[in-house]
């Protein structure tokens, strides 16, 4: 057991749908991640989140929004989405910012039809 | 750019062997990851590396900081260490890029 649960594990959404997906550790961490993981890709790095502040944003389209309202949960928020963003989305957290190991959740399968 | 090269994508191999999963990359680094992920996407964090050797369990992760290689050994191999495994190297920005993986499928 990871200690960071995600919610749904599974989302279908149209194009136009507003969905939340949601991330919440249990370890007591400082710092948490969203991935993105595409079919026969690299894991990618979207957002990064520090003591609730975010310190990094990989270059990722503004239909993913993400929201950090306290060190324990972390959001994103998606909306008017392509189909080529369905993936696996992979939410993490770790004691301190990089460079120390994450411990992930397992993640949200989102389907964009 | 730095480029996180595995080899092999794909392993297949008796229960009881001895595995080697390679990971190469081409700028410096701050840590070499390595990370578990089974069949329905959870992911493990196995090891974080700078330099030598770490070993957990029927686990080994080796690093070459000279030859911008690392490796992770897998001892007595069981069905249950079927997997992918992916190799991440983080730069001295923080900046963290994955590898493709490699797909291990141990037969019983």
């Known amino acids: 057991e990871t200690g960071v649960t995600q919610t749904p594990r599974h989302l279908v959404m149209g194009m136009t749908n507003k969905k939340s997906l949601k991330c919440e550790q249990h370890?007591?961490?400082?710092?948490m991640y969203w991935y993105k993981q595409s079919a026969k890709k690299p894991l990618e790095l979207m957002f990064v989140y520090n003591f609730k502040e975010q310190t990094e944003n990989n270059s990722v389209p503004s239909r993913f929004s993400p929201e950090c309202p306290n060190s324990s949960h972390l959001f994103l928020h998606l909306h008017t989405l392509q189909p080529e963003d369905s993936a696996l989305y992979l939410c993490?957290?770790?004691?301190?910012?990089?460079?120390?190991?994450?411990?992930f959740g397992p993640g949200t399968r989102l389907t964009v039809l | 750019k730095n480029e996180v090269e595995q080899s092999p994508q794909n392993l297949t191999a008796q229960e009881g062997e001895f595995i080697t999963i390679n990971c190469s990359y081409s700028?410096?680094?701050?840590?070499l990851h390595w990370l578990q992920q089974h069949p329905g996407g959870g992911i493990v964090s196995l090891f974080m590396l700078s330099s030598g050797k770490k070993k957990h369990g029927r686990l080994i992760a080796t690093i070459n900081i000279q030859e911008k290689h690392s490796s992770l050994h897998i001892t007595a191999s069981h069905p249950r260490d079927s997997a992918v495994y992916i190799c991440?190297?983080?730069?001295?920005?923080?900046?963290?890029?994955f590898g493709k993986g490699t797909r291990l499928h141990i037969l019983p």
């Open positions: 993490a957290s770790s004691q301190d910012i990089f460079p120390l190991g994450q411990y």
């Open positions: 700028v410096g680094i701050s840590a």
């Open positions: 991440a190297a983080q730069d001295r920005d923080d900046k963290i890029i």
């Open positions: 370890l007591g961490h400082n710092a």
